[in-house]
């Protein structure tokens, strides 16, 4: 008959304790109107318990902290903190202690221990205390992988670990929104607006501490989320930012291309990097949580081989006077070209100049201003087209219909410059 040999029993005893910050006491209040039987003997046992606020009993939130009774959530962004006590149960001294912390996540093994260097010994009923921090970076399932050697006094090497697994759950629901400027003549489509819409998934309300954009080298940017009143900054949220759970808030910027990469036509398209998120936000007691975006890209539009913009045009004008506006021409392509202009009258937009007049050559990311004279004879909110480029190079046209409107009104109104 076989028998199993007793199994030994550890000499060290490991303890675990995740670090939170306590919450604040809540109470049930119960009560009732005086006429009811009881009378006044439920108000009287709230305002004798010392857990509830003097003169607010009836409140469920007391001015007492409480310590977390279970391991409680984790989230992503937050910092993880746990309390490793090592106690010796034995009467006998062990030697050469070596606690070893580490957090197994589903792409890596990190080490979070203090230290790596071996405890020569310790003494009966004393202990080795140790703290350990890490900011969550991953979602999902979590180990922290406790490991324990020493030596005995017979000089037997002992070994034991313990597991401790938990969930890290999202935090936010973060999602982006590009748009085109459309109002600002001088860059049509270079300037961008960036929507973010940020949610509290989690179960707590949120003080969100700081949200902003960090462009990447090609942008500079201003943020629209906030008010000027009475010479002062004034968010647009209130003065509380607090987010509630599961609601949503909505964050604006506006990004413009510095000076050095607007003026190099062609060089902001395709897929562009426009920068990345930074999210702080605190819940509870003060505990802090940050989150960063990757890098956010959009794709800038095409322009085609030339791009036609205006750099100035009026808002209205009088009815058959003529109005001057000045437009930009900019070769896109990577070949020189040779252009010639053409002015198509329409039914309302009737253009004053010579059309088929030769521009010149243009060369690659160069470009050149053109000051043109037209009238209106209808009124109204009108449309301009009618413009061609053509490249004698290769023999092709360049239509620009639409490319701005301008409001004609009656001449016997003045208009104001």
């Not at 990469?261 to 930074?278: H, Q, R, Y």
Request: with cysteine; glycine share 6%.
């Amino acid at each position: 008959m076989e028998v199993n040999p007793p199994k030994q029993e550890h000499l060290l005893a490991l303890k675990v304790m995740r670090l939170t910050k306590p919450t604040l006491f809540t109470n049930i209040p119960v009560t009732c109107e005086e006429k009811d039987l009881p009378g006044d003997l439920f108000n009287q046992l709230m305002r004798d318990d010392p857990s509830t606020v003097n003169g607010a009993e009836v409140l469920m939130l007391g001015e007492m902290l409480t310590l977390p009774q279970n391991f409680g959530n984790i989230f992503l962004g937050e910092t993880f903190s746990s309390y490793i006590s090592v106690h010796n149960d034995s009467n006998q001294v062990v030697k050469d202690i070596l606690v070893k912390a580490d957090l197994q996540t589903s792409s890596q093994r990190l080490n979070l221990s203090a230290s790596n260097a071996a405890v020569a010994e310790l003494k009966p009923d004393c202990c080795i205390d140790d703290v350990i921090h890490h900011e969550v970076k991953e979602i999902g399932t979590h180990i922290l992988v406790c490991a324990v050697s020493y030596t005995t006094q017979a000089g037997e090497k002992m070994y034991f670990r313990k597991f401790f697994k938990f969930q890290v759950l999202k935090p936010l629901d973060v999602k982006t929104k590009f748009y085109n400027a459309e109002s600002d003549l001088s860059s049509v489509t270079d300037e961008v607006f960036l929507e973010a819409q940020i949610q509290n998934m989690t179960t707590s309300p949120m003080f969100m501490e700081k949200v902003s954009l960090e462009p990447s080298i090609m942008y500079n940017v201003t943020e629209l989320n906030s008010v000027t009143q009475a010479g002062e900054c004034v968010s647009t949220f209130g003065s509380r930012a607090y987010l509630q759970p599961m609601d949503t808030r909505q964050y604006l910027y506006c990004l413009k291309p510095k000076k050095e990469f607007a003026e190099k036509a062609g060089i902001i398209k395709g897929v562009t990097v426009i920068g990345k998120l930074d999210i702080v936000w605190k819940t509870n007691l003060g505990e802090r949580g940050r989150l960063q975006t990757s890098q956010l890209q959009r794709m800038a539009p095409g322009y085609g081989d030339v791009r036609l913009s205006l750099e100035a045009i009026p808002d209205t004008v009088n009815l058959e006077e003529p109005f001057h506006i000045t437009c930009k021409i900019t070769n896109c392509s990577e070949r020189t070209m040779d252009l010639v202009l053409e002015m198509c009258n329409t039914n309302s937009i009737h253009w004053c100049g010579i059309s088929g007049r030769q521009l010149g050559k243009l060369h690659p990311s160069s470009s050149l201003s053109l000051a043109l004279t037209l009238l209106s004879s209808v009124q109204g909110l009108q449309s301009i087209s009618g413009l061609r480029l053509t490249d004698t190079f290769l023999k092709r046209t360049y239509e620009y219909d639409d490319i701005a409107q301008v409001c004609v009104v009656s001449s016997a109104i003045k208009v104001e410059s």
